[in-house]
């Protein structure tokens, strides 16, 4: 993963923003997701979500594992599992090297517990749908 972040840490913002643009038209309800969180996170907490999710789906595809489009219906369901019904989170190797990665990408250490919580719980709702997203076959 370090690889990974320090690959798209070094690209220029034009080729980030057209990665993030591009992926955006291949994951339309995640995307939507992240953007209406706009509101809720300081300016450089809320881009790094984009980062994250390239990067999420860097490692997904690395591994073998191509996530196919996040539904609306995965989405929601991972957010009631997650929110409402506080499921367990998974992957906790995972949520802390994407934490990293956020933390990096804004240039920040979020020390504040709620913010912290709440940036592990959309962290978190982006792994949940990726795994959920990879094709049954590869499972």
């Known amino acids: 993963m370090r690889e990974i972040r320090e690959r798209f840490l070094a690209l220029a913002p034009s080729e980030r923003s057209r990665l993030i643009l591009e992926w955006g038209e291949n994951q339309d309800y995640l995307f939507g997701y992240l953007v209406n969180l706009s509101d809720d996170f300081p300016e450089a907490i809320h881009e790094s979500f984009f980062d994250a999710a390239l990067q999420l789906n860097e490692a997904f595809t690395r591994t ?12 929601s369901e991972v957010l009631r599992e997650l929110v409402v019904e506080g499921s367990q989170w998974s992957s906790p190797a995972m949520l802390a090297e994407l934490l990293l990665s956020v933390e990096v990408s804004a240039k920040t250490t979020i020390d504040e517990p709620e913010l912290l919580e709440r940036v592990q719980l959309i962290l978190q709702s982006l792994i949940e749908c990726f795994e959920r997203s990879v094709p049954e076959r590869l499972n």
Not at 64 to 75: A, H, N
């Open 64 to 75: 073998g594992m191509p996530v196919e489009v996040v539904s609306d219906e995965v989405l």
